[in-house]
């Protein structure tokens, strides 16, 4: 299964600055199929960024994803309060669909 | 608007079955263009995709479950199904169903997942 590390693991950040957060893939993933997920407490994940770069209906056009290959970035270009939580990239080019271990935003 | 719903026991005796219900509304689930789908969140926060189905039956399962997993479909109750076989305390998660459109490979919509405790 192609294995997703994501980078770093907790990122402490104060609202108003850039957050930039890695995903690497160990196998070479479509474009088409790496999205990106944001999880508050007591909540299901949302859809933030699929298809490597297009932003899911109703996301706010601070966040911005990029890459290509085995490296693809979520970029948040001025932190909101709300913006604080644990944010996950996802693959499905290849079967299993398989998330990364997740990011952690905190604020500090 | 588009809104997925989970339903069954939270509690499950080891060796058992775990059983759960996910309904469908403001959606058909015989579109054709998504997959429904079950994802598993351990209390370590990891995600697991667990499985999907397509409105025709078929069936795509995680290869780490797939002795012991069985997702069905039942398109004319807006509906589809999670069983889980021989279940342990390893499978004690929050339990999600999500839509996943075959387009983009993503999970646009998920459930508010049920929690699955698996204990004596």
């Known amino acids: 299964e192609n294995v997703l590390t994501q980078s770093p693991g907790t990122l402490s950040l104060s609202p108003g600055e850039r957050a930039t957060l890695s995903c690497r893939a160990s196998?070479?993933?479509?474009?088409?199929?790496l999205a990106w997920y944001q999880q508050k407490p007591g909540q299901a994940p949302r859809l933030l960024i699929y298809?490597?770069?297009n932003r899911a209906t109703g996301i706010p056009d601070r966040f911005s994803g990029s890459g290509s290959g085995t490296d693809f970035t979520l970029t948040i270009s001025s932190l909101e309060p709300e913006d604080f939580a644990v944010f996950y990239c996802?693959?499905?080019?290849?079967?299993?669909?398989?998330f990364g271990q997740g990011t952690k935003l905190e604020i500090k | 608007q588009v809104q997925l719903q989970e339903s069954g026991p939270g509690l499950v005796k080891p060796s058992q079955t775990l059983s759960l219900t996910c309904s469908v509304s403001?959606?058909?689930?015989?579109?054709?263009?998504?997959?429904w789908n079950w994802v598993r969140q351990y209390p370590g926060k990891g995600l697991e995709w667990i499985g999907n189905?397509?409105?025709?039956?078929?069936?795509y399962y995680n290869p780490s479950l797939k002795s012991r997993v069985t997702i069905l479909v039942d398109t004319s109750n807006h509906q589809f199904s999670l069983r889980l076989t021989s279940v342990t305390a390893a499978d004690t998660a929050v339990y999600y169903c999500?839509?996943?459109?075959?387009?983009?490979?993503?999970?646009?919509?998920w459930g508010q997942g049920t929690m699955v405790t698996v204990s004596s």
């Open positions: 189905i397509y409105y025709s039956g078929s069936t």
């Open positions: 298809s490597t770069s």
């Open positions: 403001g959606d058909s689930i015989s579109r054709g263009n998504s997959y």
């Open positions: 196998q070479n993933v479509s474009s088409t199929y």
């Open positions: 999500a839509r996943l459109r075959r387009s983009a490979g993503a999970f646009d919509i």
């Open positions: 996802q693959q499905y080019g290849s079967s299993p669909a398989t």
